[in-house]
């Protein structure tokens, strides 16, 4: 069975949508509240237009998670056999979105560790690691 790997682009293509995503639910729970707003006022035409932007946006919501729980479960399967620590700089780092200084103090690694550490997964992660 081949093992599953990813690009770097592909992990800060998972951060990008994942940051995408929650512009778009920002911007549908904005949406919802012109709605209410429309509906007090009873503006027929602000209604009709807000629904056709609502559909629009849930519509590329839907798509964007689509494509980042793909990218997610390869970003699971990559990391399986993977040790822990290097595992762990990957996830902070482009799952839940940790700047470098914040991995640093979390993980008690030096900046220096980290980045090695950080390159260590990325070889294992994309394949190029000569031990796997």
Same mark, same amino acid.
């Given at each position: ?18 940051? #995408? ?7 549908? %729970?904005?949406?919802? !509240? !012109?709605?209410?707003? @429309? ?21 590329? #919501? ?11 479960? !390869? &970003? ?14 990957? @996830?902070?780092?482009? #799952?839940? %979105? $940790? @700047? ?6 979390? $993980? ?6 980290? &980045? ?7 070889? $294992?992660?994309?394949?190029?690691? @000569?031990?796997?």
């Amino acid at each position: 069975m081949q093992k599953t790997t990813m690009t770097e682009a592909e992990l800060k293509t998972l951060k990008n949508l994942a940051e #995408i995503i929650d512009v778009y639910e920002k911007d549908l %729970f904005v949406l919802d !509240k !012109k709605l209410e707003l @429309a509906k007090k006022v009873y503006d027929v035409t602000e209604l009709k237009n807000l629904v056709k932007q609502h559909e629009a946006l849930k519509s590329n #919501i839907s798509k964007k998670l689509k494509d980042y729980y793909r990218l997610r479960q !390869k &970003f699971e399967k990559a990391t399986t056999d993977m040790p822990s620590n290097l595992k762990k700089v990957l @996830a902070l780092r482009y #799952i839940e %979105f $940790m @700047a470098w200084g914040g991995i640093e103090k979390k $993980m008690h690694y030096s900046q220096s560790q980290l &980045f090695r550490l950080h390159s260590d997964a990325l070889g $294992m992660i994309s394949g190029d690691d @000569a031990t796997t």
